[in-house]
């Protein structure tokens, strides 16, 4: 009795690992979604996104302050500015979002593959190469997001912990943490967003440093 229980449990078994590997099967690669960076190192990463204006101050303050930054940039707002964009920090490092930065949760897998290929194309044509990272507008996307990524060659879909608005610094629970991703956009305030974040960052200890150094 307890022999015959012991197979048909086996059996179960095996018809439940073929079924499983056939779902597997059909799965369609996806990019890994990441919203902070696991290090024990006094660091956090500034992206900085979009590019509708281009801050002189802010770019003063880079320079001064020699930060390595990321940026998910629009083809529709480069125009003449690429070397502006790739000159900031100590460097740029350029990235992808989205051709017509729109929110792509809920969409299909091509609509979505789409915007994000096209995006990634127009930059690539714009800077000569790209980060090979992707950053959804709004923060908005879905498990296909992470596939049609994957399709446009995309490793990293890049979210953010802490953001940046004028002075105000929002952050998940009031503070600033090692390993944190922080979102700013290329607007007039940048500056004052950059001050601002070097008086927390120094009270706290943290420096800057540059994302693709974790994320190889
Ligand atoms: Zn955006």
């Not at 281009?54 to 990321?70: C, F, I, N, Y």
């Not at 980060?131 to 953010?160: E, M, N």
Request: proline share 3%; net charge positive.
């Amino acid at each position: 009795m307890i022999r015959r229980v012991f197979i048909a449990s086996i059996a179960l078994g095996s018809v439940i690992s073929v079924s499983s590997q056939s779902i597997s099967a059909t799965e369609l690669p996806q990019a890994k979604v990441l919203y902070k960076i696991d290090t024990t190192d006094k660091v956090v990463f500034l992206t900085i996104d979009d590019g509708a204006d281009k801050p002189a101050d802010a770019a003063a303050e880079l320079e001064r302050l020699q930060w390595p930054v990321t940026s998910f940039i629009l083809p529709t707002k480069v125009g003449t500015f690429a070397t502006w964009f790739s000159g900031l920090g100590s460097r740029n490092d350029i990235a992808t979002h989205t051709a017509r930065h729109i929110a792509l949760k809920g969409l299909s897998f091509e609509k979505q593959k789409k915007e994000i290929c096209e995006g990634e194309r127009r930059i690539k044509e714009k800077f000569g190469s790209t980060t090979g990272y992707f950053r959804p507008p709004y923060g908005s996307w879905d498990k296909r997001t992470l596939q049609a990524a994957a399709a446009c060659g995309i490793s990293h879909v890049v979210l953010w912990t802490v953001s940046l608005n004028g002075r105000t610094i929002t952050t998940w629970d009031g503070k600033i943490h090692r390993g944190n991703i922080v979102i700013a956009h290329y607007v007039g305030s940048l500056a004052q967003s950059i001050r601002q974040l070097e008086k927390r960052l120094k009270a706290q200890g943290l420096t800057v440093a540059r994302l693709s150094d974790y994320l190889k």
